[in-house]
């Protein structure tokens, strides 16, 4: 059985559905979680505060430099000030698209 992907692709790049776990003792991805309404998120862990951009910030930073990608290919759609975010990575779709199918793979293979 395949899992469902927390991306999708769009014209100009690719959604990323993330669950943000603020205050964390180290910034890194933890690994997909089932949405409450369904479909699934990456769940990631970022040190900063969620207060004043501070945790949002980091979040794309992280992402960012996880992905080899400049910091002004992330933006964040939606989520400013609440746990559940969906982030748009700008470039070609079917490229990033692969790319995070290939980094994402130890998570997409479990039941």
């Known amino acids: 059985m395949t899992r469902s992907r927390p991306f999708a692709a ?21 690994g997909l979680i089932e949405e ?9 862990a970022v040190s900063a505060p969620p207060e004043a951009g501070k945790a949002n910030a980091a979040l794309l930073r ?16 939606s989520g400013t000030r609440d746990r559940r975010k969906m982030v748009q990575i700008t470039g070609n779709p079917v490229a990033l698209a692969q790319m ?12």
């Open 62 to 77: 992280l992402l960012a430099r996880q992905m080899g990608l400049p910091q002004r290919d992330l933006c964040l759609l």
């Open 36 to 44: 409450p309404a369904g479909g699934v998120a990456l769940k990631v």
């Open 100 to 111: 995070l199918e290939e980094s994402l793979l130890p998570w997409l293979k479990r039941d």
């Open 10 to 30: 769009t014209g100009d790049g690719v959604r990323l559905a993330i669950r943000l776990v603020p205050k964390a003792r180290s910034e890194r991805i933890l």
